[in-house]
C-alpha cells in the first residue's frame, strides 16, 4: 500500500516536470486534433493557405511560426471579437497555450501511431444533388502576378419561374486563387449588360441596386441553410451574380467557381429584410488616425436578427454595432477592433436575437488613414473620400432581420424605405468633390 502510494507520488512528480518543461505536449496526440479541426480547411493541399498543416513535417518546420500567429490571433483569421457567431474559427486560450508549449518544446512528435486520421475534405456538393446548378459561364484566367481582383460575373438561369431557396452552396472552381465569393440576385438587369463573356470589375458592390445577397463563401464554409418557414425568393426574371475575390499566387491559374441552390416548395412564412446603416459623410484627411461615421434606426416593430454583413474598404479600422433595447440596456451585435478587406464575411448569430419594437440600432466605423495604419495602401496617406473604387471608402452594415409578425413586414419595409428617402432627399449620396 505504502510503495504503491510512493511510486503513484513519483509518477505524478515525473509528469508535473514533463508538464511544467511542456515535453508532454506531442504532435500526434495533441497538436494534430487541433490543426485538423481549426486549421486544415484553408492549409490543405489545393486550398487558399500558402502550405498544407496535415503531416508532422509540414507543422514541425513551423513550430515556432504557428505559435507567433496563434499567440496574437492573426491565425485562424476571424476578425469579430463579439458575439458568438456560427461557425466561428477562433482558438480557446488553452489551444494556444497548447501550441505553445509544443513549439517551445523543440515539436516532439510523440507516437505516430496516435495521429488521428487526417481530415478527407469531399469534393461534391455536401448536401446532395441540387435543384439547380451553375457555374461562371467561361474559365476566369488570374495572372500569376498583381494586385487583388474583384470580378462580377453573370450567370443566366435556365428558368423563368419564381423558386424559394432554401440552400445554397459557392464551390470555387480554383480554391487557390479564390479568397471570397458572395452571391447576388440582379432584377435590374446592370450585370448582364456589362458582362461581356468573362465578368466585370466590381470592387466592393456589384454596381446595381437593389442588391439582394443570397450569402457567400469563404475558405472552409460549406453550404448555407435558411432556417425553417425562412426560404429566400428568387425572382423569376432575376440574374444571379457572383463576386469573386482573386488573390493571385505567383503562378498563372484559372478558376470556375461554381453554384448550386436547392429550392422547397414550401412558401415562406416569415421574410427576410436587410435593414442597412450606412454613411456616405466620408471624407478622411491624410493622417487622420479616427475618423468616424455613424448612422442609427429605430425599429418599428419586434423582429429577429439572423445575421449581420459589415463592409468596408482598406482603411477602416473599428466597426461597431450595437443596439439600445426600449429599457436602455445595450447589446453588442458585433464589433470588428481591427478590420481587414480581405476576410469578408457574412455572419450569422449562432441564435437568432429578438430585438424589441423601439430598439435603436447603432453603426459606428472608425478609419485610420495614417501611416500607422499598416494596411493603408497609400504611403504617403492621401485623402480619401466616399466612393465604390478602391481608393475611396464605404460604411455599411446590413443587418438581416426577420419580423417577428410577418404581418407587420410591409410596416417595417416601409420604414426602411423612409430612411433611405431621407437620406437621399438629404442629398447624403451626393459624393464630395474630389
Ligand atoms: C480561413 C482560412 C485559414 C484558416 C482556417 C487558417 N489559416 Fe493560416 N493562413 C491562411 C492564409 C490565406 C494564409 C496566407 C496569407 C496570410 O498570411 O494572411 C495563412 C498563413 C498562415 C501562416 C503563415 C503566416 C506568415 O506570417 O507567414 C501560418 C503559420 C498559419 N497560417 C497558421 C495557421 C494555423 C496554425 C491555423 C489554425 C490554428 C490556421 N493557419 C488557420 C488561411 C487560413
Not at 500567429?69 to 477562433?90: Q, S
Not at 454583413?309 to 481591427?338: E, Q, W
Amino acid at each position: 500500500m505504502a510503495a504503491h502510494g510512493l511510486r503513484l507520488a513519483m509518477l505524478a512528480g515525473v509528469a508535473a516536470a514533463l508538464w511544467a518543461k511542456g515535453s508532454g505536449v506531442t504532435f500526434s496526440h495533441d497538436v494534430a486534433p487541433v490543426l485538423y479541426h481549426h486549421c486544415a480547411t484553408c492549409h490543405h493541399a489545393g486550398a487558399v493557405a500558402p502550405f498544407p498543416l496535415i503531416t508532422y513535417a509540414d507543422a514541425a518546420r513551423r513550430a515556432d511560426l504557428i505559435a507567433a500567429v496563434t499567440a496574437n490571433r492573426y491565425m485562424p483569421p476571424w476578425l469579430p471579437a463579439a458575439p458568438r457567431f456560427a461557425g466561428e474559427r477562433r482558438l480557446t486560450d488553452a489551444e494556444i497555450a497548447l501550441l505553445a508549449r509544443w513549439a517551445a518544446a523543440g515539436a516532439p512528435e510523440g507516437d505516430p501511431a496516435e495521429t488521428p486520421p487526417a481530415p478527407h475534405f469531399p469534393e461534391g456538393w455536401s448536401l446532395g444533388a441540387p435543384d439547380l446548378e451553375a457555374e461562371i459561364p467561361s474559365p476566369f484566367q488570374v495572372p500569376a502576378e498583381g494586385p487583388d481582383l474583384y470580378r462580377c460575373f453573370s450567370v443566366r438561369l435556365p428558368h423563368h419561374a419564381q423558386h424559394y431557396v432554401r440552400a445554397i452552396e459557392i464551390r470555387p472552381g480554383d480554391p487557390k486563387v479564390v479568397h471570397h465569393a458572395l452571391l447576388f440576385q440582379d432584377v435590374t438587369g446592370t450585370a448582364r449588360k456589362r458582362d461581356a463573356g468573362s465578368g466585370y470589375d466590381c470592387f466592393g458592390t456589384p454596381g446595381f441596386l437593389p442588391a439582394r445577397g443570397l450569402g457567400g463563401w469563404t475558405p472552409g464554409s460549406g453550404a448555407i441553410t435558411m432556417l425553417p418557414g425562412i426560404a429566400e425568393t428568387l425572382y423569376a426574371e432575376a440574374d444571379l451574380v457572383i463576386q469573386v475575390h482573386y488573390h493571385p499566387t505567383g503562378r498563372p491559374e484559372t478558376d470556375r467557381t461554381r453554384l448550386a441552390l436547392y429550392y422547397t416548395s414550401e412558401k415562406p412564412r416569415r421574410h427576410l429584410i436587410d435593414v442597412g446603416l450606412t454613411s456616405n459623410r466620408i471624407d478622411i484627411p491624410p493622417g487622420a488616425r479616427d475618423f468616424r461615421v455613424t448612422d442609427h434606426f429605430t425599429l418599428p416593430v419586434d423582429v429577429d436578427l439572423l445575421g449581420i454583413i459589415p463592409h468596408a474598404h482598406y482603411i477602416a479600422r473599428d466597426m461597431l454595432g450595437y443596439a439600445v433595447l426600449p429599457d436602455g440596456t445595450r447589446r453588442t451585435l458585433i464589433h470588428i477592433p481591427d478590420w481587414n478587406f480581405n476576410w469578408q464575411e457574412q455572419y450569422r448569430y449562432s441564435a437568432p436575437i429578438r430585438l424589441p419594437s423601439g430598439t435603436r440600432v447603432e453603426m459606428e466605423f472608425t478609419y485610420d488613414n495614417s501611416e500607422a495604419n499598416p494596411r493603408n495602401p497609400n504611403h504617403p496617406p492621401r485623402r480619401v473620400i466616399y466612393g465604390p473604387a478602391s481608393t475611396d471608402e464605404m460604411a455599411g452594415l446590413h443587418l438581416q432581420v426577420a419580423p417577428a409578425r410577418e404581418s407587420e413586414l410591409e410596416e417595417l419595409d416601409q420604414a426602411i424605405w423612409g430612411k433611405m428617402m431621407r437620406m437621399l432627399g438629404g442629398g447624403v449620396y451626393r459624393q464630395p468633390e474630389k
